[in-house]
């Protein structure tokens, strides 16, 4: 019965009942004055100005001239801001080396998509409507709305990583902290021909590059920000190309404004991205027709915004990790053009910013990798240093010289990349006046239901809280009682990741069910149904709650339950308690399945990779266990062996009345980025109500 769908009435009716019918109102309303916008800006689009009348230039010359002109003086990526950068760089062991490689790789037309290493090289231009990941071309002549664009198995994410241009970036970063002239000519030659290439081969609504406003959105912020690092060099000063980036910005401000992603019952992500591209485009350019109600607009939605998406507990509302990262990401973007243009956002947006800066350091692991809850599709909007997709540990820093908040300083940290170009040398002097702070205890996330339990050796983090975007669930996944456990700084049971978008709805699916999570699956059923159709929905059914968070000398614990499986007749109930033991070392969780009648469950625990297996475990591990609860409950026979490194790392020993075996799956560790792994099954048939037992012991 896996895959079972919810019908468009029963989601529609889970809207109703759980969206304030005003807001639905007003997203309906939207939508219909939004399309008849944009049928106006169609028809209004030859009444434009020229550039040259935007910037009231007398020519193309001039018009370089201008654009060239101070305009952002306080924004961090003016080009007056370089020798503060630099002097910041260079007091950061190997900030400069790190800069100068991206910028070699992208002048060489090297890019990094999810995972997968591009190389156009340099006798060839880049492929702009490239998935790199199926190895395919999208048309580069089909209409934006056009559905025949959108041809199965191919994935639109992969030309967009492109298409955001980043990599220019990457380029204005080393124009900033190369010594050779030479290559810093390179480098701003580079960005104007990626440019023009662009330019000619994505005109206005059409193409895979104009499907997504967010998409234009992000582009356009890394375009001016870009420039306005360069804008100083003369490489960007030739007349043509200026007229060709100024016809280019107008068009990404039109887009982005006449499609506006605030129409859906829940807006998300995609809104505070357009938002932060206006506010960009009219900070940089506020000659730009429009600037200064696209700056308002901005301004008002993103005070709005950081209250709706943004809980108390300072976890985003998206229900994902990933998702959390660009959302912050996004939201210190913006203030950072607002702080250029002395616009104030106000102090609620600042505190919630804040406690997006601490939320991460609640559920960071001590390697600084993230845990991965819902969807991570790698995005990011301050793409100034290379990260793994699972890497959120410079976060801390960059909150730590922003808000001079100490608690965000922990030991032995070192100040991030990001950092020096956002906040330079001064941004560097706050953090280093700060003192250090000790060890993180075990916190959570209440609103989000994220539960980390920690120690000097371990980490678990506990998935049991509502899905996203207020239960619609765009991002989120049938993880509910789901856990992560790394130890010595390495994963050892994790999260399967997202796969894919688009491109492989059975494969979406695949990587956010039950059956992909280290919970346990009931009668191969979903603990959320999936929506018929829609990638991007999980109604939350399930309506998970922790009942226990208990820190001590000497355990861990916590407890919760979620009811996903209340619709069976009779209704089942799941309830999950995680010990951790610090004396031993080891994890015990029990889950009881309170009903009645015969059922197949399976308690699954994913694994990173194929790194495991059975063996019997010995009288020493044996006697280790005792400790944690009667070895009667244990089958003791066989247990599961994992290995990290090249050396046993934990021992998985299962309740003596299942079976314990390994299985195949699939991982991902950034968006698309899949590869081979196993899980760890423990399968039971019979009668409840039963508690069923897991040990996992640290080798």
Not at 330 to 359: C, W
Not at 479 to 492: F, M, N, Q, T, W
Not at 578 to 602: M, T, W
Request: aromatic share 8%.
């Amino acid at each position: 019965m896996r895959g079972e769908r919810v019908d468009d009435l029963e989601y529609f009716a889970f809207l109703a009942s759980n969206v304030p019918a005003g807001d639905l109102a007003r997203a309906a309303a939207k939508k219909l004055a939004r399309k008849a916008s944009q049928t106006l800006t169609r028809k209004a689009a030859r009444r434009v100005p020229a550039p040259l009348q935007i910037f009231c230039a007398r020519d193309a010359s001039d018009l370089a001239l201008k654009l060239a002109a101070p305009r952002a003086s306080l924004l961090w990526a003016d080009s007056s801001q370089r020798n503060q950068v630099r002097e910041a760089a260079e007091k950061v062991p190997g900030a400069v080396a790190r800069v100068l490689r991206r910028a070699q790789a992208a002048w060489r037309r090297e890019l990094d998509v999810f995972g997968t290493r591009v190389r156009f090289g340099r006798k060839a231009p880049v492929d702009w409507h490239l998935d790199a990941l199926r190895g395919e071309r999208f048309d580069p002549r089909t209409g934006s709305q056009e559905p025949s664009l959108l041809r199965p198995g191919l994935d639109p994410k992969a030309p967009w990583a492109i298409a955001r241009f980043e990599q220019g970036l990457a380029l204005a970063q080393g124009v900033w902290l190369s010594d050779s002239d030479e290559d810093r000519a390179r480098y701003a030659n580079e960005f104007a021909s990626q440019v023009r290439s662009f330019a000619k081969e994505n005109p206005p609504g059409v193409g895979i590059n104009w499907t997504s406003p967010m998409e234009a959105a992000l582009r356009a912020a890394n375009l001016s920000l870009a420039f306005l690092m360069m804008r100083h060099r003369p490489e960007l000063q030739e007349p043509q190309f200026a007229l060709c980036f100024a016809e280019l910005l107008l068009a990404h401000g039109r887009f982005v404004e006449a499609h506006l992603e605030d129409t859906g019952a829940v807006p998300n992500n995609h809104f505070v991205a357009n938002l932060a591209g206006l506010l960009h485009l009219a900070t940089i350019f506020p000659e730009l027709p429009s600037a200064k109600a696209w700056r308002q607009t901005a301004v008002d939605g993103l005070r709005q915004q950081i209250e709706r998406q943004v809980l108390a507990d300072g976890f985003t509302f998206e229900g994902s990790v990933g998702y959390h990262r660009l959302a912050l990401e996004l939201f210190t973007l913006a203030l950072l053009a607002a702080r250029a243009t002395r616009i104030d956002l106000g102090e609620s947006y600042r505190r919630r910013l804040h406690l997006m800066f601490r939320a991460v350091r609640t559920y960071l692991a001590p390697s600084g990798r993230a845990p991965q809850l819902g969807d991570n599709d790698s995005g990011r909007a301050l793409p100034l240093c290379a990260r793994e997709p699972l890497d959120h540990g410079y976060l801390l820093s960059l909150g730590a010289a922003l808000f001079e908040d100490p608690e965000l300083k922990p030991e032995g940290d070192r100040f991030c990349d990001e950092g020096i170009f956002l906040l330079g040398a001064e941004g560097l002097r706050r953090w280093q006046a700060l003192p250090e702070t000790g060890p993180r205890l075990s916190g959570s996330l209440p609103k989000a239901g994220l539960f980390f339990l920690r120690s000097a050796s371990a980490y678990c983090a506990v998935s049991c809280g509502p899905n996203g975007q207020g239960g619609v669930g765009g991002h989120s996944h049938n993880d509910k009682l789901s856990i992560e456990i790394h130890a010595g700084g390495r994963p050892l049971i994790v999260d399967p990741g997202t796969g894919c978008y688009t491109s492989e709805p059975a494969v979406r699916d695949q990587f956010r069910s039950t059956a992909w999570h280290s919970t346990v699956e009931v009668d191969g059923l979903e603990q959320n149904r999936f929506p018929e159709s829609r990638l991007f929905a999980l109604p939350d059914q399930a309506r998970a709650r922790a009942l226990a968070f208990e820190s001590s000398p000497g355990r861990e614990r916590f407890v919760g339950e979620h009811r996903g499986y209340e619709r069976l007749s009779p209704p089942l109930r799941h309830r999950r308690e995680v010990f951790f033991h610090r004396a031993a070392k080891a994890f015990f969780i029990s889950d009881l399945l309170e009903g009645s009648g015969k059922h197949q469950l399976v308690s699954r625990l994913q694994l990173p990779d194929r790194g495991a297996r059975l063996r019997a475990p010995t009288a020493a591990e044996l006697g280790r266990l005792a400790r944690l609860a009667e070895l009667g409950r244990l089958g003791t026979e066989q247990a599961i062996e994992l290995v990290s490194g090249g050396r046993p790392a934990a021992l998985i020993l299962g309740d003596a009345r299942g079976a314990l075996s390994l299985a195949p799956r699939l991982y991902s560790a950034g968006y698309g980025m899949r590869r081979e792994s196993s899980c760890v099954e423990l399968a039971y048939l019979g009668e409840l109500p039963l508690s069923l037992c897991v040990a996992i012991l640290l080798l």
